[in-house]
């Protein structure tokens, strides 16, 4: 590509050979020569086909252009078009050629005119996409149903929809250098911590890469502590997920082409929330938040606390209970430890084929297979009952985090703990969660400690504790977490409409 060339010519026919020159080979894109106004003027259009209002552009801007345009003047022909030829507001003029054809191959119309100081840049977006729709991976049954989608611009607006003040910013940018993958981000300005955005610039500019296809692909990028289990950033799929982040004084980054977008700072709390929690009383949102608390526990720690028991320690267990579990492993010919590891690692096979087959197929395979597969293993006496349940319920747990990416750091630290546990006995499971709780605590997200509130949990005067474990009433939680600025974290301010009475 020809990288010196970075102004528009002001001649149209040396700009008509640098496109036919760069554009070569490239079916998608429309090349046209056109005459507009009463004296036919030469202009040269260039847009992307399918990635245009045709509407827009062919039936209005050129019809109006070419059949209803006074005389262009030889001078200053960008300027008349402007004023007289233009029926959209949304259009200016481009000096640099590499911007303008970006925004060329992102879906607007560029026009070339003999003469011209520049290009004309016409916003005429209008690729296809799926439309906003109901969001799978973050059911709710109260709620919004609408969930992003993988246009930014769709996304930007969802959640403008939601909070319409001219404080919530957007900036963007652009990463990929073949890519060119509009990034946006959002925050609310008298909320966010300025130390906050500061950081989350610097790491955007301390990489280049090919393209970022996806919001992973940036997160990766953005980590501090990349080789951490546990993700620094939560992802979300629920605009109103993402519009309560932004009134937290929280930032939010949408990536183009991604139907997720991520939320900055991001603390182990934050991972346990569900949309549900707010929109339901207090009372029920709190014990379905401490099941979680507890499902999370049993996740990664159950099947590992097994093998350390029942194989190094069985004098843990009442007489009767070991007796039972004893008389259930007659006829299993192998170790304690590999069957659970059989187990687990055939209910990780199960899932991830569940994942790939299409629709209602997948979730028909999990719950057949495991059925199946588990009933046939004891059968067999390949593995014991109590380990079937034991594989089972860790499962169940697992399902209960509202968050894929945290549940998936659990599953990794499961079978952590299952060899230690295999090796070490309870000294070995113990070390285990030690070391866990250690690295879970050395975490911070963008300065702020990952066990928020557990950790430093005075910070704010201790308010962060109302959404822990526990989520408090509404009109309790009148303060912003510690993510917002010191000076805006007064969120709520309840009159007692009884004191007038």
Known sequence: MHKNVTEVFSSLEENIRLIEDLYKDCADVVKRRMWIGENHYPVYALYMDTMINRELVETHIFRNLMFSMGPVSWDRPLDDILKYGMITADVAVE??????????MSGDTLLFADKGEGVLVINSKGYPNRGVQTAESEVSVHGAKDSFTESVRFNTVLVRRRIKDHRLK???IVKGARSKTDIAIMYMEDLVRPEILAELQRRLDCFEIDGILDGGSLEQLLEKKWYSPFPQFQSTQRPDKAASALLEGRVVVLADNSPEVLMLPAVAGCFYQASDDYYDRSGIASFTRFLRYVASVLAFSLPGLYIAIAAFHPEVFPTSLALSFAASRQGVPFPLAVEVLIMELAFELLREAGIRLPGAMGGTLGIVGGLIIGQAAVDANIVSPIVVIIVALTALCSFTIPNEGFASAFRLVKFFLIFLGMFLGIFGFVLGVLALLVHMASLDSFGVPYLMPFAAGEVNGGSDKKDGIMRWPLRKMNRRPV???????????????????
């Not at 000096?95 to 925004?103: E, G, R």
């Not at 993510?483 to 009475?501: E, H, M, P, S, V």
């Open 95 to 104: 000096t640099d050629l590499n911007k303008a054809l970006k925004n060329m």
């Open 170 to 172: 957007t900036l963007q």
């Open 483 to 501: 993510f917002t600025k010191n000076g805006a974290r007064r969120r709520l301010i309840f009159k007692d409409y009884t004191r007038d009475q």
